[in-house]
């Protein structure tokens, strides 16, 4: 899923590294103490294990040198090679030319504007000012990138099957643009509660398109778990009401709710969103998006979020998304936790979102 990005991230960082030490200034060092605490004690150490030459050694014989020159001398010697262990460091301007090229491979890798002003500002701050020795940049880089995506993905984390335990109906919504996986998401759920000895009730309340009607029949046909809808064209508040009628009398511990697809542009889908959440009062609306839409993912999460005020998000397939850029964004932008990731059309292909192995899996 992420290797496209982490190809990009790896190219971007090593051409990054080399622009560095070739553009970047050598730091003047006037006075020991100016160096870095590092550095002095590297030089100190480099100049505790110089031994002196044959030639110098026959000198100092000859005539041992004074007390000053020896201070002199070394003093010299010490700011020679702090100079060469003490490499360079660049201004914040030459840093902005430099970034360019990561940021275009970020932009390319569907990450979100603000995801990578934020990767910028953390990189400004530990390499913009700072003497850094030749081979650290790369390093830094990588850690700063590490640190800024472990920020980025910083949301509580959620127990799905806890969270559905605790209360009888526990009532889900499911919500997003046609096509985006939201019925296949809702069977994907209904196996993992099954698996989990969790009963449902799925509510066909897409009843805008007769199709999907039928589709979420074949899902809930396939899980093995009832599905209850009306006709075509008929209130889908209703059937969401009616399916969480039968959870409480059939003592169903989770209703899945199938919804239509619908643009927020669309005023008529949207009001009848807000009467299905109005009606049924949902304790989990979840949004699905499709990871490959990139910002417009993210651009959908925020309007429906405007509308109706979403908990969370299904990002759906992961397994045919080669930029990885969306998974890294989403939550940053739009304040809302991803909690599952789809990684295929098959019951079981779906999994917790897991910040760690996003991490691993996107950074060299
Ligand atoms: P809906 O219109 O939002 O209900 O979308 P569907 O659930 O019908 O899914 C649309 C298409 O996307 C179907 O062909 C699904 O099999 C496919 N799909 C859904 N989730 C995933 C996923 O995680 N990975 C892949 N590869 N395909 C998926």
Redesign the pocket.
């Known amino acids: 899923m992420f290797n496209f990005l982490k190809d990009k991230v790896k190219s971007a960082i090593s051409s990054f590294t080399k622009k560095f030490e070739e553009e970047a200034e050598p730091v003047k060092i006037a006075k020991e103490e100016k160096l870095p605490e590092k550095v002095q004690e590297e030089a100190r150490e480099i100049l505790a294990e110089k031994k002196p030459s044959k030639k110098e050694i026959v000198k100092e014989k000859k005539e041992p040198p004074k007390k000053e020159e020896l201070k002199e001398e070394k003093k010299g010697l010490f700011s020679k090679i702090a100079q060469t262990i003490t490499t360079k460091k660049i201004s914040s301007a030459q840093f902005d030319a430099l970034f360019w090229d990561l940021e275009v491979e970020l932009l390319e890798s569907n990450v979100a504007f603000e995801v990578i002003e934020k990767i910028k500002e953390d990189l400004k701050k530990n390499l913009v000012d700072t003497p850094l020795k030749r081979g650290e940049v790369e390093k830094i880089i990588q850690e700063s990138l590490k640190q800024s995506i472990e920020e980025v993905l910083d949301f509580p984390h959620f127990d799905f099957i806890k969270k559905v335990k605790e209360k009888k109906p526990f009532v889900i919504a499911f919500l997003?643009v046609?096509?985006?996986?939201?019925?296949?998401?809702i069977a994907k759920i209904a196996y993992l509660l099954k698996k989990n000895n969790l009963s449902c009730v799925l509510a066909a309340a897409d009843t805008f398109r007769a199709a999907?009607i039928q589709?979420l029949e074949e899902q809930g046909n396939k899980v093995g778990v009832k599905v209850i809808k009306h006709d075509y064209g008929s209130d889908p508040a209703a059937v969401g009401f009616d399916t969480v009628k039968y959870a409480k009398q059939k003592g169903i511990d989770v209703v899945l709710i199938d919804t239509a697809?619908r643009q927020h542009s669309n005023s008529n889908l949207r009001d009848e969103m807000k009467k299905i959440i109005r009606v049924v009062q949902p304790d989990l609306k979840l949004y699905?998006g499709e990871m490959i839409a990139g910002n417009d993912c993210i651009d959908q999460i925020k309007d429906f979020d405007e509308a109706i005020n979403i908990d969370g998000v299904i990002l759906?397939?992961?397994?045919?998304d080669e930029k990885g850029g969306t998974a890294i964004s989403v939550s940053y932008v739009t304040k809302k936790p991803i909690y599952f990731i789809?990684?295929?059309?098959e019951l079981a292909?779906i999994k917790v979102f897991d910040k760690k192995e996003i991490i691993q899996s996107l950074l060299p």
Do not use: C, E, F, L
């Open positions: 997003g046609n096509g985006s996986g939201k019925t296949t998401s999907s589709q697809g699905i759906s397939k992961a397994d045919i789809g990684i295929g059309q292909d």
